[in-house]
């Protein structure tokens, strides 16, 4: 808007003139002079006289005529600020150099040439602003004075124009210096809502501190086109590292175990998950995630496998049952016969007795390595109390019962013969 009105190397015209007036009266007193004494005879010098003195008044009229013509005030506007300016200059060029007024190839000067007395001089310096013109950011060079000015400028560019800058360009941008015109109250949007601030002619900054809205340092500011003016539109940016951990699930690794029968597995080392540690820069705009940069993606704690060892040993098959035999004459017992001698007797006893050869039930019924009762102990040779004999005797006749019935004698811990 105009700012106050001065002059700028305004000239004093009072003294250049007063010189030029006395410079013009002097021939005129002398020629009177000369008239009042005119001697006899001296009709022809005083002619001469005369004429130069007319010749003189001539001359010195001519000059103030042109002294007259040259002087001229106008009118300089120079980015909104109007001054009177009072100039002998006869070109704008002339204007501009002499009130110290520096153009450039991008800057806009109305009129130019030569320059009249009563002549208005528009000067426009083209400044920098950034654009945002249909989702294309870019930075263009305008002469506009306000915002709503040079969006209706820049119209031309795309249908969705509108000029943008960061809080931490705010000093350094032109368009947030600009004068906010509106026929009306300036409208904010900011936060999800709609703020109002008083009517006039203001700049967005000013609208902005009025409607007591702070900037973050990353906060974007916007001003788009609206029906009834301009619209500034404030959004939040932030922008923030993100850590999120993944589970990386243990691997299995089995191996081959020749002491294991075929469908048998044992776990040597258990398995332990592993956690993968992701680190990102994620810039969010009004509460809305907008970009998501990878910062770093390491493996925080290593997983560890889990070994299985399978066995590989075949499953043992099972003779069918001899005929017991007969106990020799001195009652010894007798040798068991077939496949029985390469079961796994030692795993048989754990289970029935935790391989105690003299334990006995709680009941009192069941005695020894594999738990006879005295009438199976009997059937098989034995004397006297199975617990009372030795782990070999035990084992021989347990094998006997074997060969004869099978693991049938033993229906919970049998299973553990072919282990």
Not at 102 to 108: A, F, L, M, P, S
Not at 209 to 220: C, K, P
Not at 282 to 300: H, K, L, N, W, Y
């Amino acid at each position: 808007m105009p700012g106050p009105r001065d002059v700028w190397n305004h000239v004093n015209r009072t003294t250049r003139i007063a010189g030029l007036a006395a410079r013009a009266t002097a021939p005129l007193t002398a020629l009177r002079a000369r008239r009042t004494s005119r001697q006899p005879g001296g009709s022809g010098s005083s002619r001469a006289r005369l004429i130069a003195g007319v010749a003189a008044i001539a001359v010195l009229a001519t000059g103030t005529a042109v002294y007259a013509q040259a002087n001229k005030t106008v009118t300089l506007d120079v980015d909104g600020v109007a001054s009177t300016v009072t100039t002998y200059a006869g070109s704008v060029d002339g204007l501009l150099a002499q009130n110290d007024v520096t153009v450039g190839e991008r800057d806009t000067v109305v009129p130019a040439g030569p320059l009249r007395d009563g002549a208005a001089i528009v000067v426009r310096h083209a400044h920098e602003v950034t654009v945002m013109t249909d989702g294309v950011q870019r930075t263009v060079w305008t002469t506009a004075l306000t915002a709503a000015e040079a969006l209706e400028t820049l119209s031309s560019r795309g249908a969705d124009v509108q000029l943008v800058a960061s809080r931490s360009t705010e000093r350094r941008s032109p368009f947030l210096a600009l004068e906010l015109t509106i026929d009306g109250p300036a409208r904010v949007q900011v936060d999800g809502t709609t703020l109002t601030a008083a009517d006039g002619s203001t700049t967005v900054a000013q609208v902005l501190d009025q409607l007591g809205i702070t900037l973050g340092d990353l906060d974007t500011v916007a001003v788009k086109p609206a029906a009834d003016g301009v619209l500034v539109v404030v959004s939040r940016v932030v922008v923030q590292d993100v850590t999120t951990t993944a589970e990386i699930p243990a691997a299995t690794v089995t191996q081959d175990d020749p002491a294991l029968v075929v469908g048998k597995k044992r776990v040597t080392t258990k398995g332990v998950a592993g956690v993968r540690t992701v680190v990102e820069t994620v810039t969010t705009v009004d509460g809305v995630e907008t970009a998501r940069v990878p910062v770093s993606d390491v493996v925080s704690q290593a997983q560890v496998d889990e070994v299985v060892r399978v066995g590989t040993k075949p499953k043992p098959v099972a003779a069918p049952a001899p005929a017991a035999p007969a106990p020799a004459a001195d009652g010894s017992p007798v040798a068991a016969g077939g496949s029985a001698n390469s079961l796994n007797w030692a795993a048989l006893a754990r289970c029935e007795s935790g391989g105690n050869p003299s334990i006995v039930s709680s009941n009192g019924l069941y005695h020894g390595l594999y738990q006879f009762s005295v009438g199976t102990w009997g059937g098989v040779g034995g004397t006297g109390l199975p617990s009372q004999a030795s782990a070999d005797e035990q084992t021989a006749r347990a094998q006997m019962l074997y060969n004869r019935s099978g693991a049938s004698p033993w229906p919970v811990c049998g299973k553990n013969l072919f282990s």
